[in-house]
Structures are given as C-alpha cells and as structure tokens.
C-alpha cells in the first residue's frame, strides 16, 4: 500500500508563489529542464530504451479509475499535472501552467496555460481539457481515483472555470494555504474520454470504464514523455517516445532522451533482482534487505552502481488495529490508547531496522518524515522503547491477563487475545516484519495469525473494513495538509477507525465516534488548512506530531532509506520516488 494515490514545502506562502508565479510567467513551451548539475545530470544522447520492473499488471490504463500502484508508475510517464516538483528542492514550479497569480485573500487561483503543448495525438491542449480533467474525473466523487473530497473547504464547493482558452480559474471559498502543491493532478484529454463523461451524456461512474487494458493503444493520448506502445497481458507495459512532448534540455534537445520504456511485470522482489542481475531490467528500486547483496557485487565489479539516499517521500510502514473490528472484544480493546502503547512496547524497532533492512532504514516520525525539517516534531522519546516486561504489565493494568493458564492473554470477558495480522506476501520487507512482530507478541501471550494477501490489495483491505490488524504504509509528503485524508479522523483514507468517516460524500464526518485526541486532531487539522501564518501551521502540526505520538492511531515502525540500482549503460540516474505525481526524472535518462 505504498501509495501514495494518490507537494513542494510552503512556510513562505503567498510570497513564494508569487515568487513563483513570475518567474513561470517567464516560461513558454517547451520547457528547459536545467540547474541539476549538483545531481550529476548531464546532456545526454538520444536513441536507446530502459527497461523497469512493474510489481503487479495494471488493473486499467486509467488512472481514475482504480487506485493502483503500478498503473500511478505508468501513468507518470503518460501525463502531466498543472505544476510539478523541482527535482533538487520539492518546490513547486510550473509545468502545463507556466505561471500562475494568487489574489491577495488567497481565495482566487488563476493558471496560465502553456501555450503550444500538444497531445501525443497532436491534438492541441488547452483550457478546455483541464476543466473537464477536473469536472468529471479529479472532483466526481464516483470516480475511484478522484479526490473530491479537497474540492470541499467547510462543506462549501471549490468551483473551476475558463477565463480563456489558455486560462483556468479556481475560485475557494476560503483561504487553503496548501491549495498550489494539490495541484499535481494529471490532466487527460477530453477528445479520447468525454464520451464516458457525465460533459458527454454518461453516468458519474462510468469514467471507471474507460481505457480497460485491452483498449488500443492509441487511444490512450497524454501531454508525458512517453505514449502507450502495447501492453502484453500479465507480461509487459510498452511505452515510446512521444515526439509533441514539451521539455527539453538545458542546450535546447527535446526531451525524453529514450526512444522506448519498458515495464516488466515481476511480482516476486527476488525474481526482479535476479532479472536485473541478468541484465533483463535496468534499473530497480531496491529494500535494505536486497542491498548488501547487490552492493558486494557492485563492489566486485558488476556493471551497475547502487545508490542511497535519506528519504523525505517513501512509506514508512506501520501497524494499524481496527477501531471497529468484529472479533469479540477487539473493537473496544483496539480502540483503547492504552492498549495500542503497550504493544508499542512490543515493536522492536531497532531490530526490524538491523535485520530487516539491513540497518538501511531509521526511526520514523508520526505522520512527517524526520528529514523533513520544515514540519517534523521531534517524538522520537515517544517511540518508547522495546521492554516485554514493561509492555506485560501495562497489559496487566488493563486486566488483560492469561486467566486459563494458556500461554495466550484473555480480553477482559476470557476469550483469548487473537487476531489476525494482515500484510503483503509479495513484498520484499513485509513477511518478515510480519514474522518478527508474531514471535515478539508470542512473547508477549499475544496470538498472532499471519494473513497475507498481495500487496496491491493492502489498502482495498485496509478501506474496507475487513480485517483485524493490518501492516501497511502510505507515504509520506512535504507538507502534512497533503496527508489530510489520512491522518484527520473521518478523511477518506483513516481506514483504522472507520466509524467516524461521513455517512456519505460531502457529509461531515462522526465526531460522536471520535475520541477526545482524535477530535483535537480533527481541529488542527481544519485550523492549518485555513491559516496563511507559517508559524501558527507549525505550531498545529507540532500539536498533531505529539498527539499522534501519545495515542498512536497506527504504530509506525522505521523509515527506509531510498536505494535503487541502476546499470552503468545510462546516465542521468536520479533515484525514482515513486508513485508521486509532478516528480518524473526519467526524461532525462539517457542510454550512453
């Protein structure tokens, strides 16, 4: 579930957009990507093509259609949002808005169009594509991968329309400091998809249908760097260069550098090292646990180097009991602060981290990345430390106790304290976090069962109610108003305590289903969304960090670092984040 469906730094606000907005104002189509020479990029050549692992086949070709980690990494290489990341520094910076104004109460967005971009179809991009990107897909609540949720500020709608044909405008009810960075969405075009549109006559769920994985491939059409080529069913993704793509390099050459991309799709981790180690993949991103292997080899002279790098992004995993679970007395039990601290006690984090990732991974924060200076708290006292003995008796406290002599502790009432965990078998760190954590809470008189299910399934579990616990991970982002979803009780991605989501889209959430902390939470939350002061968002999301860190809605347990490898054929390599619309490097790797 390292998703991130579905985010540059703000402390300066409106100042550094306007910043931003003059110097987009200065850009025209194409784009000159430049000012990465402390990255090692280079001019590159063109010609060549790159071949990448896809962890599972894409369930569409549509990005709003499905939430799907290996359909985001494809569709990264297929389309482009209003604005994007810097590569070095996260800001934001233009992209298919080459500049854009903030009105002085923040309540008025206006994007500047880049004149001149072309589908890879050839067709003309324009005002007319973004609201409809917008209306029936990114604001539609039917779609599965929209966010129509953050077009809603106090129940109010944020509403979009042309000004002209290079001109979009968004009007909010109110100030929402964060408002620029969510605008990462990628836009699609409305000559290919309005007839599974509401704009063409369809129903609202009905934009879920279009582009299957049998669909022709021409008739997926973007603004990015590549175009769908083929897709083999269950084998491989097949992209080539798309010729109307806008960016081009620091001495003028058009971008992407390759002609063709290639996505392999390997589920087992082992079985794409050994494809990479046989030269059938040129690059992988890699876990602490595959490092030591493929770096010795390095070492001894294989034709690949092997980089790493503290993470901002990345998902840190974590342990979530369900609020709400059916089992017998688990639902009041999970629900409990006391209960979640006192198998904190149980985690052995350093462990994991030695063992797991092969030390290649740290102590995480709650809810912001440590590395994240601008926003992270320092909770790291509140990790706790790992103590069965300690973690036994505040299990006592609760008079949760081997009451039958079993071995195994019995929730007040006497059935036993079992429960099934739920992670991904086809990851390369979860079976074993999974292992280590059952034979701890054994230790513990804690029964634990190991339910595993692919990966790619973790957050449709997770969203859906239908489990116990589950081992997890959603990523983390610059700014925590972009993780609003998932760490304010009732946002559509708190899946550990669903009670307190809205009976419906749009409707407030359950504040009677919250706990005291959780409707603190809920207030910063709101509070930070609405407040243009950098020092007061800080001083709420310390509030949050802490608050987080005492009642552990989840249990996070380490930060990995980012690792990838890469085959000396190719230059240009800046390790691939992940599935983070606006932060797509490929482009400038080039086959030497």
């Given at each position: 579930?390292?998703?991130?469906?579905r985010?540059?730094?703000r402390?300066?606000?409106?100042?550094a957009?306007?910043?931003?907005?003059?110097i987009?104002?200065?850009?025209a189509?194409?784009?000159k990507?430049d000012g990465?020479?402390?990255l090692g990029?280079?001019k590159?050549?063109?010609?060549?093509?790159?071949?990448?692992?896809?962890?599972?086949a894409?369930?569409?070709?549509?990005?709003?259609?499905v939430?799907?980690?290996?359909?985001?990494?494809?569709?990264?290489q297929l389309?482009?949002?209003?604005?994007?990341?810097?590569?070095?520094?996260?800001?934001?910076e233009?992209?298919l808005a080459?500049?854009?104004?903030i009105?002085p109460?923040?309540?008025?967005?206006?994007?500047?169009?880049?004149?001149?971009?072309?589908?890879s179809?050839?067709?003309?991009?324009?005002?007319?594509?973004?609201?409809?990107?917008?209306?029936?897909?990114?604001?539609?609540?039917?779609?599965?991968a929209?966010?129509?949720?953050?077009?809603?500020?106090d129940?109010?709608?944020i509403?979009?329309?042309?000004?002209d044909?290079?001109t979009?405008?968004?009007?909010?009810?109110r100030?929402?400091?964060?408002?620029?960075?969510q605008?990462?969405?990628?836009?699609?075009?409305?000559?290919?998809?309005?007839?599974?549109?509401?704009d063409?006559?369809?129903?609202?769920?009905?934009?879920?249908n279009?582009w299957?994985t049998?669909?022709?491939?021409?008739?997926?059409?973007?603004t990015g760097p590549?175009?769908?080529?083929?897709y083999?069913?269950?084998?491989?993704?097949?992209?080539?260069?798309?010729s109307?793509?806008?960016?081009?390099?620091a001495?003028?050459t058009?971008?992407?550098y390759?002609?063709?991309?290639?996505?392999?799709?390997?589920r087992?981790p082992?079985?794409?090292?050994?494809q990479?180690?046989?030269?059938?993949?040129?690059q992988?991103?890699?876990?602490?646990?595959?490092?030591?292997d493929?770096k010795s080899?390095e070492?001894?002279g294989?034709?690949f180097?092997?980089?790493r790098?503290t993470?901002?992004?990345?998902?840190?995993?974590?342990?979530a009991?369900n609020?709400?679970?059916?089992?017998?007395?688990?639902?009041?039990?999970?629900?409990?602060?006391?209960?979640?601290r006192?198998?904190?006690?149980?985690v052995?984090?350093?462990?994991i981290?030695?063992?797991v990732?092969?030390?290649?991974a740290?102590?995480p924060?709650h809810?912001?990345?440590?590395?994240?200076?601008?926003w992270?708290?320092?909770?790291?006292?509140?990790l706790?430390k790992?103590?069965?003995?300690?973690?036994?008796?505040?299990?006592?406290?609760?008079?949760?106790?081997d009451?039958?002599?079993d071995?195994v502790?019995?929730v007040?009432?006497g059935?036993?304290?079992?429960?099934?965990?739920?992670?991904?078998?086809?990851?390369?760190?979860?079976?074993?976090?999974?292992?280590?954590?059952?034979?701890?809470?054994?230790?513990?008189?804690?029964?634990?069962n190991?339910?595993?299910?692919?990966?790619?399934?973790l957050?449709?579990t997770?969203?859906?109610?239908?489990?116990?616990?589950?081992?997890?991970?959603?990523?983390d982002?610059?700014?925590?108003?972009?993780?609003?979803?998932?760490?304010?009780?009732?946002?559509?991605?708190?899946?550990?305590?669903?009670?307190?989501q809205?009976?419906?889209d749009?409707?407030?959430?359950n504040?009677?289903?919250?706990?005291?902390?959780?409707k603190?939470?809920?207030?910063?939350?709101n509070?930070?969304a609405?407040?243009?002061?950098?020092?007061?968002r800080?001083a709420l999301?310390?509030?949050?960090?802490?608050?987080?860190?005492?009642?552990?809605?989840?249990?996070?347990?380490?930060?990995?670092?980012?690792?990838?490898?890469?085959?000396?054929?190719y230059?240009?390599?800046?390790y691939?984040l992940?599935?983070?619309?606006?932060?797509?490097?490929?482009?400038?790797i080039?086959?030497?």
């Amino acid at each position: 579930m390292s998703y991130s469906p579905r985010t540059s730094r703000r402390t300066r606000s409106a100042l550094a957009l306007l910043s931003l907005a003059l110097i987009g104002g200065a850009l025209a189509a194409p784009k000159k990507v430049d000012g990465y020479s402390a990255l090692g990029i280079a001019k590159g050549k063109a010609g060549g093509n790159l071949t990448l692992a896809l962890g599972d086949a894409p369930q569409s070709l549509f990005y709003y259609g499905v939430i799907d980690n290996n359909l985001g990494l494809i569709s990264q290489q297929l389309f482009d949002g209003l604005v994007e990341f810097n590569f070095s520094t996260y800001k934001i910076e233009p992209a298919l808005a080459e500049s854009w104004t903030i009105s002085p109460d923040g309540k008025v967005y206006t994007f500047k169009l880049r004149q001149g971009v072309k589908w890879s179809d050839g067709q003309a991009f324009n005002a007319d594509d973004v609201l409809f990107t917008y209306k029936n897909m990114v604001m539609n609540p039917e779609a599965r991968a929209g966010d129509a949720g953050n077009f809603k500020l106090d129940g109010k709608d944020i509403t979009i329309k042309k000004v002209d044909a290079n001109t979009v405008q968004f009007n909010l009810p109110r100030a929402a400091p964060a408002f620029l960075l969510q605008q990462r969405y990628f836009i699609m075009p409305q000559h290919k998809l309005v007839k599974f549109s509401q704009d063409g006559g369809a129903k609202a769920a009905d934009i879920n249908n279009a582009w299957p994985t049998n669909v022709a491939a021409a008739e997926v059409v973007g603004t990015g760097p590549f175009k769908l080529a083929s897709y083999t069913a269950g084998q491989k993704v097949s992209l080539a260069k798309n010729s109307n793509y806008w960016k081009v390099d620091a001495s003028g050459t058009q971008l992407p550098y390759l002609n063709a991309l290639d996505f392999l799709i390997i589920r087992d981790p082992q079985a794409q090292v050994a494809q990479f180690l046989a030269g059938n993949l040129d690059q992988l991103n890699i876990t602490g646990a595959q490092f030591p292997d493929l770096k010795s080899k390095e070492v001894a002279g294989a034709p690949f180097k092997v980089t790493r790098s503290t993470a901002l992004f990345g998902s840190p995993p974590f342990i979530a009991y369900n609020f709400d679970s059916k089992g017998a007395g688990q639902s009041k039990l999970f629900g409990d602060a006391r209960f979640r601290r006192a198998m904190q006690g149980a985690v052995d984090r350093n462990r994991i981290i030695d063992t797991v990732y092969n030390g290649l991974a740290s102590l995480p924060g709650h809810g912001v990345a440590p590395v994240n200076t601008q926003w992270y708290a320092n909770t790291k006292a509140q990790l706790g430390k790992f103590d069965l003995a300690a973690a036994g008796k505040a299990l006592d406290a609760l008079n949760v106790k081997d009451t039958d002599g079993d071995g195994v502790r019995n929730v007040p009432g006497g059935k036993n304290l079992e429960f099934d965990l739920t992670y991904g078998t086809d990851s390369s760190v979860y079976p074993a976090i999974a292992t280590i954590l059952q034979s701890d809470f054994k230790k513990l008189g804690v029964k634990v069962n190991l339910k595993g299910v692919l990966s790619s399934k973790l957050l449709s579990t997770g969203l859906s109610g239908d489990y116990e616990a589950i081992l997890a991970a959603l990523g983390d982002q610059p700014d925590p108003e972009l993780r609003k979803p998932i760490w304010q009780p009732g946002g559509s991605l708190y899946f550990w305590h669903r009670s307190t989501q809205p009976a419906s889209d749009g409707a407030a959430p359950n504040l009677a289903k919250m706990a005291g902390w959780e409707k603190e939470i809920y207030n910063i939350f709101n509070d930070a969304a609405t407040t243009t002061s950098a020092s007061k968002r800080k001083a709420l999301y310390t509030r949050w960090q802490l608050l987080f860190a005492q009642n552990l809605p989840v249990t996070p347990i380490a930060k990995p670092e980012n690792i990838g490898a890469i085959s000396n054929k190719y230059g240009n390599y800046i390790y691939n984040l992940g599935v983070i619309p606006g932060y797509n490097p490929v482009p400038l790797i080039f086959q030497k």
